[in-house]
């Protein structure tokens, strides 16, 4: 059977494989095609900014803007409407335009400078031979890859760092440096391989750019215990990851009547005491991003999704689905740049209060700041021996039945260890009687998936409170579950920082290919995961396990 797309930039890709007749996401063949343009003249775009940066000529922060948003609207649930993507192709070829004019030496530059057309029917003919597989040998293709998502996931911690008017330079020349350093075929596999690290590098200056952006507006995130019920109040639901949308809405509501409830990725925003201020904030509603369409139907009033995760909606709530930002779904009311919200507002009004799924409450808000302020009680803890290891398990949750692994892995972790998180992948165990260890709870939650900077900056504290040469030498474990893009760029992070042995699951990477999975494995010791109990054992050695309180 032909392909009719390749795209295989996500764990769920069929047969860990690639999708090849429909995204397993939703994705149609149009518009994956179209997004391998849009990543095509993004590159063409950084070729001619990169080669302006070498030309000593200052590159806007509008222009570092658009190429970032260019890429965060390709990643994994974020952009399925296809005209929406046009416009960005045709936005981005007029921009060509005129950076092009700049350049000393045009004609030096790549085909993807140049391209260009006023025809949109010509995209369709341009996808086939501009996606992933256009580069034939497997291992420069899958280095490529592994770059291109890699930047892709700082694409998105960039474009919500700038939004709260916080901009760095250098990761964004380096974003643009990259992506057009896919472009170049003489480059070798060893340069690729360095390039790879280096995206690491500017993931953690993108995660800590965020970091300051959000803790700038919103102050350090604070132990919170969040509400999962519900008021007797019509409400909107937003999910996604994008904070200051959050707090636009949590204004725009303020004495309308609506409450306000996070969904998913945007449960942390329950951590920040700036948002927590609002009275009409009531808490989180539902789980991790893939149970929406249940989730969602229950609710009964508008959801704004302000990134990705979107799953297509069903007819019965679609027209309660808003977008922004990034996100977009062919039928749905897209909110703008000027985020007017009245209309959803409104529309909350006429609905009814939402359907209380489950009641209690959730404890987060364990972000660096946090954690260090009690590092003097978990060194203790460490020392005396009531903590014997901490297990990173951060990272995605998804469909698969295959990722109930991690719910039946923090079950039968043992009772003296902790579980550092960041991402939805808390979703999968962070409503499970876990317990603490002497007040400290079993599962320290830092926030979102960018937040996974926290768990870096706690490990590096702890190899220094510690006194230790080496961050392996930490009773540290790593198991992470990965589903897109941003998770590629933390574990580039992670690996830039010298952290090995990280186990990747619940599949690895259908991008890496056999030899590019071997230089990770003998580098920085890679690895899958096995059986609860055999990771168990490998983890803790022999009869260890059953850690539920």
Known sequence: ??????????????????????????????????????????????????????????????????????????????????????????????????????????????????????????????????????????????????????????????????????????????????????????????????????????????????????TTAYGNPEISHVNIGV?????????????????????????????????????????????????????????????????FESFNGPILMTTNCIVPPKDSYKHRLFTTGSAGFPGCKHIGDDKDF???????????????????????????????????????AVKNGDIKRFIVMGGCDGRAKSRNYYTDFAKALPKDTVILTAGCAKFKYNKLPLGDIGGIPRVLDAGQCNDSYSIAVIALKLKEVFGLDDINELPVVYNIAWYEQKAVIVLLALLYLGVKNIHLGPTLPAFLSPDVAKVLVENFGIAGIGSVEDDIKLFFGEGEGEGVA
């Open 342 to 380: 009245s209309e959803i507002i409104e529309l909350a009004k006429t609905c009814k209060p939402p359907v209380e799924i489950e009641s209690g409450e959730i404890i987060g808000g364990f972000a660096h700041n946090q954690v260090l302020s009690l590092a003097d009680k978990i060194v203790a």
């Open 1 to 214: 059977m032909d392909n009719k797309m390749f795209c295989y930039q996500c764990q769920e890709t069929a047969g860990n494989k690639g999708c090849t007749q429909m995204g397993v996401c939703g994705k149609n063949p149009e518009v994956a095609g179209l997004q391998d343009v849009l990543v095509y003249v993004s590159k063409g775009l950084s070729a001619i900014t990169t080669r302006l940066r070498e030309e000593g000529k200052p590159v806007s922060k509008d222009v570092n803007h658009f190429i970032t948003l260019n890429l965060f609207i390709t990643i994994t649930n974020a952009n399925f409407d296809d005209v929406a993507i046009m416009d960005r192709i045709e936005a981005s070829l007029k921009l060509r335009r005129e950076l092009i004019k700049q350049v000393s030496s045009p004609a030096t530059l790549p085909e993807a400078a140049h391209w260009d057309t006023n025809n949109r029917g010509t995209y369709k003919v341009k996808a086939l031979s501009v996606g992933v597989l256009a580069t034939e040998n497997e291992d420069v293709r899958s280095l490529r890859e592994l770059i291109i998502y890699g930047l892709k996931g700082l694409s998105a911690y960039s474009k919500h760092a700038n939004v709260l008017m916080q901009d760095d330079e250098e990761v964004d020349a380096f974003l643009q440096r990259a992506l057009s350093a896919t472009l170049n075929d003489n480059l070798s596999v060893d340069e690729l391989i360095a390039l790879t690290l280096e995206t690491g590098k500017y993931g953690v200056a993108g995660m800590a750019l965020l970091d300051k952006a959000n």
């Open 231 to 295: 008021s007797d109040k019509p409400g909107i639901l937003i999910s996604g990851h994008d904070l200051r949308d959050m707090e636009l809405l949590l204004k725009a509501t303020e004495g309308t009547g609506v409450d306000v409830y996070t969904h998913s990725e945007m449960l942390p925003a329950n951590y920040y005491p700036e948002l927590k201020k609002y009275k009409h904030f009531i808490g989180n509603y539902g789980n991790a991003w893939w149970k929406q369409k249940e989730e």
